[in-house]
């Protein structure tokens, strides 16, 4: 039987955390029983002390007025921290999430345990390897899923990335953790 899951997907100033990119926004949902809980999700939008890149406003249509009073990564963590408690955490392209998680975490408080995390990315390459495309939006489009209004926005895409993870599970015949790491370990990921 598989543990409680929480998905989570972090949105940045950035594509680097080692060259000073910020989380803006962190969203999570918990999987229960093989069950999206959408009614508990978390989601906080993050400051993160500079202006926004111009790019990353049109991307994730965030101002600077929208993340300007929102609490920063050394409030917002903590609770996201709370919320996965006692859940493996998953991501796609979660080695991309992790690093911010890591390097947020550093800059915080130093040494905190973070949960364990796989990857939705490295399931798809398991599950599909004739596949060449393993992105969000081409899983979405391989299961039918109609693309979020506000894609690039971290609920959204973490609600999407929760029913992508169930039909792959279902696909896979994956019903335990073991099963899950050996096809989804970031350990084991090469770099995308």
């Known amino acids: ?41 978390f989601s906080s939008l993050v400051n993160p002390e500079c202006l926004l890149p111009p790019q990353i406003r049109q991307i994730c249509k965030l101002t600077d007025d929208d993340v300007a009073h929102a609490p920063t990564i050394m409030n917002v963590l903590p609770d996201f921290l709370s919320f996965v408690h006692g859940s493996v955490l998953l991501a796609h392209n979660a080695t991309f999430d992790m690093s ?56 959204p895409d973490v609600l999407l990335t929760a029913n992508v993870l169930l039909k792959m599970l279902e696909h896979g015949k994956i019903t335990n953790i073991d099963e899950l790491r050996k096809r989804a370990n970031i350990q084991t990921m090469t770099k995308v």
Not at 18 to 34: D, L, Y
């Open 100 to 155: 911010f998680l890591e390097m947020e975490k550093e800059a915080c408080w130093g040494y905190i345990e973070l949960p364990e995390c796989l990857c939705t990315m490295k399931l798809s390459r398991s599950l599909f390897p004739q596949e060449f495309r393993h992105n969000l939006d081409t899983l979405a489009k391989r299961f039918g899923f109609t693309m979020p209004e506000n894609r690039h926005r971290a609920l």
């Open 1 to 41: 039987m598989l543990p409680s899951l929480t998905i989570f997907d972090v949105e940045t100033t950035g594509l680097d955390p080692k060259k000073g990119n910020r989380i803006i926004e962190i969203a999570g949902v918990r999987i229960e029983n093989n069950l999206i809980q959408e009614e508990s999700v």
